[in-house]
């Protein structure tokens, strides 16, 4: 990943993701933005507490620094359950839909929809398959990596869109690594057939799950990226909850443009 600037906004892109036209992304950080601590500064969530004339100052820097389209939320809840935007059931009323539906993931082929993921440590994992067309960002935490959330993805991408899964690349976005997934009820909360991906005594390599749950999907190994960075070692740059508990979400968005 590399740091970007517009508008006086600093956010991050994957260099593998930006060699494809018609495909823009970017992966927000804390930086810049209006909101007080504990929230400081670029929080995105409306559901953490922060007070609404700095979320939507916040949302509307970003909006300028990113460009255009419409800006999709949704209210994530550690499920499994996927939104699917397709061409003709897509309404664009708002340039922010900030989506009272729960929805763990979302998939579309609308070119200037922008799929837009909240986290604070846990995952968000962009998709791209470049023959179909097709975009998708994923919230994964540790209950997502139990359940699978992106081997449905995929699976979902295929059966909707016709998407061949060798083709598909996905980038993790910054989050917990296996520095600070610390689980000390591990065998109560992880399964069995996670634990080989424990590292030390009961830290897990949550980076690593991915990846191989996208493999197995189909995906090559070659075209799953991580960003490697874990918030938690870096509150600096990036929300935390393990590290402070109380404090905003950043954004990480993909969308066909
Ligand atoms: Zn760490």
Not at 28 to 45: E, F, H, I, Q, V
Not at 207 to 219: F, M, P, T
Not at 239 to 257: D, K, P
Request: net charge positive; proline share 4%; charged share 20%.
């Amino acid at each position: 990943m590399h740091l970007v600037t517009r508008q006086c906004v600093r956010f991050f892109q994957f260099s593998a993701l930006n060699g494809f036209p018609g495909l823009t992304h970017a992966v927000g950080c804390r930086l810049d933005g209006t909101s007080k601590p504990p929230y400081d500064s670029m929080n995105l969530s409306q559901g953490v507490g922060d007070n609404t004339d700095s979320l939507v100052a916040n949302r509307n820097r970003w909006l300028q620094a990113t460009g255009g389209g419409v800006h999709v939320y949704t209210r994530q809840n550690h499920g499994t359950t996927i939104r699917i935007i397709k061409r003709d059931s897509f309404d664009a009323f708002e340039k922010i839909q900030t989506g009272s539906e729960s929805a763990d993931a979302l998939i579309s082929d609308v070119p200037q929809v922008r799929l837009s993921i909240l986290t604070a440590d846990c995952q968000a994992v962009m998709l791209f398959d470049p023959e179909k067309r097709v975009v998708a960002n994923v919230h994964c935490g540790w209950r997502g990596s139990v359940a699978n959330i992106l081997g449905r993805v995929v699976s979902r991408m295929t059966r909707e869109f016709h998407c061949n899964p060798h083709r598909i690349i996905a980038a993790i976005a910054p989050s917990l690594g296996p520095c600070c997934a610390e689980f000390i009820d591990y065998k109560s909360e992880i399964p069995r057939y996670l634990w080989p991906f424990r590292v030390g005594s009961n830290h897990f390599d949550f980076w690593r799950i991915s990846q191989h749950q996208l493999v197995e999907a189909g995906l090559l190994e070659g075209r799953v990226y991580n960003s490697g960075i874990c918030t938690r070692c870096n509150p600096h740059l990036f929300f935390s909850y393990r590290a402070e508990r109380e404090t905003g979400r950043f954004v990480s968005f993909i969308a066909l443009c």
